[in-house]
């Protein structure tokens, strides 16, 4: 019988999951509404049946579960426990998750955040599966980052490394919801452009921001100006980590990157423009795009799983 995991990427909107074997392949894939404002106990429940009929599935296809993985948005500790999460999970926070799955289920549970599991999805089977350290930033409704080190997140003392959204660009600028003010992700997150159009006049750009880019390519001023403002406040952040950590390359998640080199050429050019010489250049540091799109949560909450179970 093959071996597999399941992998799960508990979201706002949406629940993803999927089993894969300990060689990348992900057998089956779903995607759930998570119907996040039903509360905690909900939520608990709609895993662990997503988790059981994995378990199902994965008899039917002659598959042995090793453990499962979950990747979830938040600050996660190193005991599987929430330790913070915004609104869009409600009462998310204190939740000790691996905990209450492993009685729930009956098998090993491996938690972390799910930019981690990103970074590490990237890792195995996308844009970083040559290299064994990279830095890898998401840009989303939030800003979060995860370092690789050795092919595996770094999570710092209490597993809460990456909060690289709430570095601060700007004294006395834009509130943001960790209750500081001018973090980097009130001005290069999606929210953040959505609100930066909104300010412009441009209330369908801010409702929908791929009017934006389709904009901004047929010509528009107005247009060019706001993504070339916007993709100088993500190089300010970038600069900042790439001084922080020195790292052999960068990958951006998140849908926005699906805009490609009208995101990325700009970005380049002012990570350029911002970085101390050596640091970004000579050779040029590759900042990449994702490659596994809204997969890359399962896929890493799977590696976790595979890497966690063996240890």
Same mark, same amino acid.
């Given at each position: *019988?093959?071996?597999?995991?399941?992998?799960?990427?508990?979201? !706002?909107? +949406?629940?993803?999951? !999927?089993?894969?074997?300990?060689?990348?392949?992900?057998?089956?894939?779903?995607?759930?509404?998570?119907?996040? &404002?039903?509360?905690?106990?909900?939520?608990?429940?709609?895993?662990? &049946?997503?988790?059981? +009929?994995?378990?199902?599935?994965?008899?039917?296809?002659?598959?042995?579960?090793?453990?499962?993985?979950?990747?979830?948005?938040?600050?996660?500790?190193?005991?599987?426990?929430?330790?913070?999460?915004?609104?869009?999970?409600?009462?998310?926070?204190?939740?000790?998750?691996?905990?209450?799955?492993?009685?729930?289920?009956?098998?090993?549970?491996?938690?972390? +955040?799910?930019?981690? *599991? $990103?970074?590490?999805?990237?890792?195995?089977?996308?844009?970083?599966?040559?290299?064994?350290?990279?830095?890898?930033?998401?840009?989303?409704?939030?800003? !979060?980052?995860?370092?690789?080190? +050795?092919? $595996?997140?770094?999570?710092?003392?209490?597993?809460?490394?990456?909060?690289?959204?709430?570095?601060?660009?700007? *004294?006395?600028?834009?509130?943001?919801?960790?209750?500081?003010?001018?973090?980097?992700?009130?001005?290069?997150?999606?929210?953040?452009?959505?609100?930066?159009?909104?300010?412009?006049? &441009?209330?369908?750009?801010?409702?929908?921001?791929? $009017?934006?880019?389709?904009? *901004?390519?047929?010509?528009?001023?107005?247009?060019?100006?706001?993504?070339?403002?916007?993709?100088?406040?993500?190089?300010?952040?970038?600069?900042?980590?790439?001084?922080?950590?020195?790292?052999?390359?960068?990958?951006?998640?998140?849908?926005?990157? &699906?805009? =490609?080199?009208?995101?990325?050429?700009?970005?380049?050019?002012?990570?350029?423009?911002?970085?101390?010489?050596?640091?970004?250049?000579?050779?040029?540091?590759?900042?990449?795009?994702?490659?596994? =799109?809204?997969?890359?949560?399962?896929?890493?909450?799977?590696?976790?799983?595979?890497?966690?179970?063996?240890?």
């Amino acid at each position: *019988m093959q071996q597999a995991v399941i992998g799960i990427d508990i979201g !706002g909107t +949406n629940i993803k999951a !999927g089993i894969v074997t300990l060689t990348g392949e992900l057998i089956v894939d779903r995607t759930l509404p998570t119907y996040s &404002e039903n509360g905690k106990e909900a939520l608990l429940n709609k895993i662990e &049946e997503i988790a059981k +009929n994995g378990l199902e599935e994965a008899s039917y296809h002659n598959l042995h579960i090793l453990a499962l993985g979950i990747g979830t948005a938040g600050f996660i500790n190193l005991e599987g426990e929430i330790g913070s999460a915004t609104a869009n999970l409600p009462d998310w926070k204190g939740t000790p998750l691996r905990a209450e799955l492993e009685k729930r289920i009956g098998i090993s549970v491996y938690v972390d +955040n799910d930019v981690n *599991m $990103l970074a590490l999805g990237e890792r195995w089977q996308g844009s970083g599966k040559d290299l064994d350290h990279f830095l890898c930033v998401s840009l989303g409704t939030g800003i !979060g980052g995860c370092l690789i080190l +050795n092919g $595996l997140p770094y999570r710092g003392r209490s597993g809460y490394a990456g909060a690289y959204g709430h570095q601060v660009i700007q *004294m006395n600028g834009v509130p943001c919801t960790c209750g500081s003010a001018g973090c980097w992700e009130q001005y290069a997150s999606v929210t953040a452009l959505k609100r930066q159009a909104a300010e412009a006049g &441009e209330k369908a750009w801010a409702e929908h921001p791929r $009017l934006l880019f389709d904009e *901004m390519r047929a010509g528009n001023k107005k247009a060019q100006d706001l993504i070339l403002q916007y993709t100088e406040y993500i190089a300010v952040g970038l600069s900042n980590l790439i001084h922080h950590f020195n790292p052999p390359a960068v990958i951006i998640g998140g849908a926005v990157t &699906e805009q =490609g080199d009208v995101l990325f050429q700009p970005i380049r050019s002012f990570v350029q423009k911002f970085t101390m010489d050596g640091f970004a250049d000579r050779p040029d540091v590759p900042i990449l795009p994702a490659k596994l =799109g809204n997969r890359a949560g399962v896929v890493g909450a799977a590696k976790l799983a595979i890497v966690r179970s063996k240890a």
